[in-house]
């Protein structure tokens, strides 16, 4: 194997008696999309929280492109390379659509110490974030504010601004929660191209198209990775069968 | 033109007919009433940088307007006792010129910002508001233990500082200096809430989260606001010394801090005209009720209590309906 883009080495993670990751290393290869599956409840989101920085680990370490990020705050890990989408939106609500890419893309340009001219009409932000909303779908929202969107179309600008950031590596948090059907394919295709650009730890409850989509799928469950392998490898495996895909026989 | 600025022209119209007309039928004290005004509206603009953009509740502006109430005290009444403040080991003269008075209020109150904020911001909701609140205390009771400057006296500054070409001492030619500086000051505020700052600012306020992770640091940008916020309330003081010739520890006082607030609540949060009106109203409620009763606060509360209840974005809100989104 290639040297990873991102990488977590026995992470491990307690609320109380809780343990939320239990000894969780796994890693994201260049070019690819790694499904990370699990039950409800299974620390999936709190395991992502760790890599994003949201939350320190009781133990264990984060590597992002080489790099021990563990100490560093969720904004230092943005600025090197890691974009992540929440399952529950955090965005700016009163802004509008296009505000919130036009941040994205200023985050990424790393200087938001600029007091006169309007933001929007910074060409090169905003360009960034209107091809970045485009890619999403989303080009005809751009006035709307961010509130008054679906909570599909928000899950849409979340990955427009994890887009706009042009990172390294894509962490994301059910991304087709609450699309259509033909939202849901649109966001699988655009994944399916995605994966050049960055390669994405794809958190996801679709399992069509989990299994569209996943080079590799890790399956969690009571924070514990129970299996990691191809998309045959995990359908087959009786361990996962019994605890998480039995319930579809 | 959009409705809020249609109205907020016409407040700017307003701030220069009263006077205009107050000059013309030979009406100083409404003239000084305006001028005062424009400062607390002044005070409250640089408040809502933090409180309106930033969603930084202070209780501890008064610091700030009391910085530059007594960095021009103290300067004049150097300058007036011919009695140096330094002589070693350099020489500091006091001065009576506004422009080296406002430079140095402005400075003296960003550097306590940066320190007050450096540290404030480390919490967050009523934490904040605490804090900020024991600071601003702090430099309430350090005045008034302060003999140098007149302690709980207060300094008094005979004459009216100097402005090249201006005969201060006129009200109308101190007001159009105030007016003016008012004015630039809400054109600055109106930039910087539309400028890339001014969104991520914004959006930290929203979510602190979303911010982090497009990798900005809401403490830098909040820090930096609060600073600027500060300068700006910190210039109010000075001016607001330099109208009454007088200085006090009063300045300092959490009421001050509160009434600065009142402004932005009353007139609207975040709105650029918000503490204009605040202020221009409170002056007004305590012109006209002050006369009739003592106790015109009572009024106030309930105007401010019905506003808080029924119209969230204050009498601007009431005026212009919800903030429209610019494209
Ligand atoms: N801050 C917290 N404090 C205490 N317990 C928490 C906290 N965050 C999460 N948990 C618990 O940790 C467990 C894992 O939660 P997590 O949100 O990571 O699950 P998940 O796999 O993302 O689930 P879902 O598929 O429903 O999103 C749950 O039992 C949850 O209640
Ligand atoms: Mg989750």
Known sequence: MTDPVLQTIGISKAFGALQASKNVTLDLQPGEIHALIGPNGAGKSTLIQQIAGNLRPDDGQVILAGENVTGLTTAQRARRGLARTFQISALAMEDTVLQN???????????????????LKRQDLRQAAETALARVGLSD????????????????????VALTLKPKAFI???????LGTEGSQQMTQLLHELRQEAPILLVEHDMDAVF??????????????????????????PKVREAYLGEED | MSRET?????????????????????????????????????????????????????????????????????LASHAQSYDPILETPFLIEGTKSMIVIWLVAMITSGLAALAIGALSLRTSGVYFIMITLAFGQMFFFFSISWPAYGGEDGLSIYVRNNFPGLNTLDPIQFYI???????????????????????????????ATRVETIGLSTYGLRLLAFT????????????FADLNRFVSPTMFSWQTSGEIIVFIILGGTARLFGPVVGAALFILLEHILGGLSDFWHIYLGLLLLLIVLFARGGIIGILAGREVAHD
């Open chain 2, 177 to 207: 200096i105030v007016f003016v500086i008012m004015a630039l000051a809400l054109f600055l505020t109106a930039r910087l809430a539309k400028s890339p700052f001014g969104l991520a600012l914004n959006a930290a306020r929203q979510s």
């Open chain 1, 141 to 160: 929202h751009v006035a709307t504010r961010t509130a008054e969107l679906s909570h599909g179309q928000r899950r849409q600008l979340e990955v427009a």
């Open chain 1, 172 to 178: 994301m948090d059910e991304p087709m929660a609450g």
């Open chain 2, 6 to 74: 249609q109205i907020n022209s016409l407040i700017m119209v307003g701030f220069i007919l009263v006077p205009l007309w107050a000059w013309m039928t030979d009406e100083p004290f409404i003239i000084t009433l305006t001028t005062k005004a424009a400062i607390l509206a002044l005070a409250g603009i640089g408040l809502n940088i933090a409180l309106g953009l930033g969603g930084l509740v202070s209780l501890g502006h008064a610091a700030f307007f009391g910085i530059g109430g007594y960095a021009m005290g103290i």
């Open chain 1, 101 to 119: 890419a036009i941040l994205g893309a200023l985050g990424a340009s790393g200087k938001p110490w600029a007091f006169f001219g309007a933001a």
């Open chain 2, 228 to 239: 600027l916020s500060g300068m700006i309330t910190g210039l109010a003081g000075a001016l």
């Open chain 1, 212 to 237: 569209a989509l996943a080079d590799r799928i890790s399956v969690l469950v009571y924070g514990e990775i129970i299996a990691t392998g191809s998309v045959d490898d995990i359908r087959r495996n």
